[in-house]
Structure formats: structure tokens, C-alpha cells
């Protein structure tokens, strides 16, 4: 089957422009994460829902940054007002991870590459 | 909060050596550590998990070996090749659900 979907595979915006990126996780799976990963740098975690439980946004850089996600599918990350050091490869993944339950397998998206001119 | 050491930063082995990548973990409410695998232009894709009621897991070329008193954990790569060349990451849980804290990442390179 069809695994994780970002898009766009590439953005390139201007300092102070507000930013989209769009995860089509994988049917089914309750569980997905964003990502942030920059040049050289491991994988920062940024926020994480779970069903229909209140998001997990500890991850959150700051309140320029938010996700939402509709239907307990489509998940789309914002970025109000970008900076330059926002420049990044954005990671989205999922996993079915029944809620409580340990970890299952995340199936990670190719990314979505920000770069702020 | 969770943090996960990783080390070394880079690697580079020759053919048919053995890769050593390294991850230290501070605390975890339970035991899971999976290393996953990123191919440039590719999200990271899961490698190898353990679950250490064992203290090793041995997949084909690739084994886990865990020392849960020293909350550290290792991958070893047997005879690498140059299609093993990607930058590794380990993890471990953080919090009560699935949530999972990446080291910073070690790039192998292995020259034919």
C-alpha cells in the first residue's frame, strides 16, 4: 500500500512568509509526528496527535509554529512569519500505535525541504 | 526529558569491516530502542528494534546490543558494504505512550 505523503517536496519562501506543508499519513494509522530535521542535525521532535486525544505540541519551537489534523488523517504544519533559521527538512510519520500501548514501528515520509531565503 | 547521546558523528569503514555506532540513554519508562536508517532524499526508515527482556538482537548483518545498567545500546554492522552507507539513528522512549527522542544521527560511509 501507499506509505507516508508530504508535500510540497521542496518550498523556497521569503523571510516572513507564512508556510504550509502538508503529511497523508498511511490509512489507518492513528499516530503521526512532525519532525524537524537540519542540515547535519538528528530529528527534533515537533508535535505528535493521537486519535482524538489534545495534540502533544511540547516540541514546538515556538507559537509561529503550528499543526493541525482533520479527520484523524490530512495533517498540515504551519509556519507563520519564517525565519531563516527555519530552514529545514520537515519529516512527518505515522504508526498505528494503539494509545497506551508501546511503541510501534514510525513510517516516515520523504520530508518536505524548507528553505528561507 | 529524555536526551540520547549518539556517537560517533561520522564513520567511515572499508569494505567487509565492522561499523560500531554507539547511543546512551539518561532515562526511559520502558525498554524499546530502535535504530532507524536514512538514505539521502529519503525519510528514516526502521532498521532494527529491541526489546531487551534479551541483551542482543541479531538481524542478517545487523545486531543491537543492550547493557541495561550502563543505559547504553549499540549497533554493530558485520561485513559492511557500500550500499550500508546512510546516516543512523538511534532512539528511545520518552514518556508513557509513542513518542521517541533520535540521537543526533552518525553518517557511514563505507569505501569499496
Known amino acids: 500500500g501507499a506509505g507516508v505523503s508530504q508535500s510540497p517536496s521542496n518550498k523556497v519562501t521569503e523571510k516572513g512568509k507564512d508556510v504550509e506543508l502538508r503529511c497523508d499519513p498511511i490509512?489507518?494509522?492513528?499516530?503521526l509526528y512532525w519532525y524537524r530535521q537540519s542540515l547535519g542535525q538528528g530529528l527534533e521532535f515537533l508535535i505528535y496527535?493521537?486519535?482524538?486525544?489534545?495534540?502533544?505540541k511540547s516540541g514546538l519551537p515556538s507559537d509561529r509554529f503550528s499543526a493541525e489534523r482533520t479527520g484523524g488523517s490530512v495533517s498540515t504544519l504551519t509556519i507563520q512569519r519564517t525565519q531563516q533559521e527555519d530552514s529545514a527538512v520537515y519529516l512527518c510519520?505515522?504508526?498505528?500505535?494503539?494509545?497506551?500501548?508501546?511503541?510501534?514501528?514510525?513510517?516516515f515520509g520523504p520530508g518536505t525541504r524548507l528553505t528561507v531565503l | 526529558q529524555q536526551q540520547v547521546k549518539q556517537s560517533p558523528q561520522s564513520l567511515i569503514v572499508q569494505k567487509g569491516g565492522i561499523s560500531i555506532i554507539n547511543c546512551a540513554y539518561e532515562?526511559?519508562?520502558?525498554?524499546?530502542f530502535p535504530w532507524y536508517q536514512q538514505f539521502p532524499g529519503k525519510g528514516p526508515a526502521l532498521l532494527i528494534a529491541?526489546?531487551?527482556?534479551?541483551s542482543e538482537k541479531k538481524e542478517g548483518r545487523f545486531t543491537i546490543s543492550f547493557n541495561k545498567s550502563a543505559k547504553q545500546f549499540s549497533l554493530h554492522i558485520m561485513d559492511s558494504q557500500p550500499g550500508d552507507s546512510a546516516t543512523y539513528f538511534c532512539?528511545?522512549?520518552?514518556?508513557?505512550?509513542?513518542?521517541?527522542?533520535f540521537g543526533a544521527g552518525t553518517r557511514l560511509a563505507v569505501h569499496p
Open positions: 510519520a505515522s504508526s498505528l500505535a494503539p494509545a497506551g500501548l508501546s511503541t510501534d514501528t514510525q513510517y
Open positions: 490509512s489507518g494509522h492513528t499516530a
Open positions: 496527535f493521537q486519535g482524538n486525544s489534545a495534540p502533544d
Open positions: 532515562n526511559t519508562a520502558f525498554d524499546y
Open positions: 529491541i526489546r531487551p527482556d534479551v
Open positions: 532512539a528511545a522512549p520518552s514518556g508513557g505512550y509513542n513518542k521517541l527522542i
